[in-house]
């Protein structure tokens, strides 16, 4: 996964299976986002959201770790931000 992006303070938006995905860092903390729905929020420093995340699973059975590890995510649609 882009951990260590997101360990340097970089956010993350990508999309996978028609879902728009990020993982940001806002007022209320870093967050992960799916489509619209909230999935994580409210952590104050990045291990928290990564150690949350990293085994997170799509509908599909797809996990979080295999769309970057895999390259699953829609091309071109990957942005470190």
Known sequence: MLIKDLRTGREI???YNSLNCSI???KSGWQFCV????VANGY????GIIE???RYE???GI????IFDKCLYEESTLYIL
């Open 44 to 47: 104050k420093n990045v291990e």
């Open 35 to 38: 489509g619209n729905i909230v």
């Open 13 to 15: 938006e990508f999309i």
């Open 58 to 60: 799509f509908g599909d």
């Open 52 to 54: 949350s995340i990293c």
């Open 24 to 26: 940001t860092n806002g």
């Open 63 to 66: 996990s979080l770790e295999d």
